[in-house]
């Protein structure tokens, strides 16, 4: 069966460290993968898009890449900060349709 | 950057009663949109693809006849949840699908439904 997984546990990180968060996903060939934030009550938002054909994309202090050999995504936020605390989101979407599939996300506690 | 909305935020109904939850591209047009549900400490689910002007694709196991879906307009969809129950209590977020090769989802802030 389609798994898309991220790790349950929150990741607590000092303020000025880098976070890493991984995705992992079995039994899909995504055309591209997004990692999305969420914050408690509120909708998702978009953060960076990775295609298939791409290894790393970057934008400020994030930076994703992504490996569909070992069908892995890693997210990275470097230099963290407190307001970087959130529910971390990867979705994948499948070719020739935009319907996108969520991990349950990955909390991430940024400690000043 | 892009903005959905949703209407309402939150809404209480008793069981047996049919609610509508409105999704609007504010400042963009979507032929398509998505909606979705999410129970506590889980993922977004899709229930239903809306597409502008024609029938809504539903996902599996998500009825049909339950959760109706109108496209009416390139900004505007919405799902009605009838004859609501205690289980279909959740947040239900929508998407709106921006044009280009890009293929971002924006989602809006969500709605809370509790069924009493």
């Known amino acids: 069966s389609q798994k898309i997984e991220q790790n349950s546990e929150a990741l607590n990180i000092q303020e000025g460290k880098t976070a890493t968060l991984t995705c992992n996903y079995t039994?899909?060939?995504?055309?591209?993968l997004q990692w999305y934030r969420q914050d408690p009550g509120r909708g998702p938002v978009f953060l960076l898009l990775?295609?298939?054909?791409?290894k790393e994309k970057r934008k400020e202090r994030l930076k994703v890449t992504f490996d569909t050999t070992l069908k892995q995504s890693l997210f990275h936020i470097t230099a963290s900060q407190p307001a970087d605390s959130a529910t971390y989101l990867c979705?994948?979407?499948?070719?020739?349709?935009?319907?996108?599939?969520f991990g349950k996300g990955n909390q991430v506690v940024v400690i000043p | 950057g892009a903005v959905v909305s949703q209407h309402p935020s939150r809404v209480i109904c008793k069981s047996g009663t049919s609610v509508k939850i409105e999704c609007r591209s504010l400042?963009?047009?979507?032929?398509?949109m998505f909606w979705y549900r999410q129970f506590p400490k889980q993922s977004l689910m899709l229930m239903a693809t809306s597409n502008e002007g024609s029938k809504a694709t539903y996902e599996q196991g998500v009825e049909k006849d339950k959760f109706l879906i109108n496209h009416a307009s390139l900004t505007l969809s919405t799902l009605t949840v009838t004859s609501a129950h205690p289980e279909d209590s959740s947040f239900y977020i929508c998407s709106a699908l921006a044009g280009g090769p890009r293929n971002e989802q924006f989602f809006g802030p969500g709605t809370r439904l509790t069924v009493l």
């Open positions: 400042d963009f047009q979507a032929t398509t």
């Open positions: 979705a994948l979407a499948s070719y020739g349709n935009n319907r996108l599939a």
């Open positions: 039994n899909y060939s995504p055309a591209y």
């Open positions: 990775i295609r298939e054909n791409e």
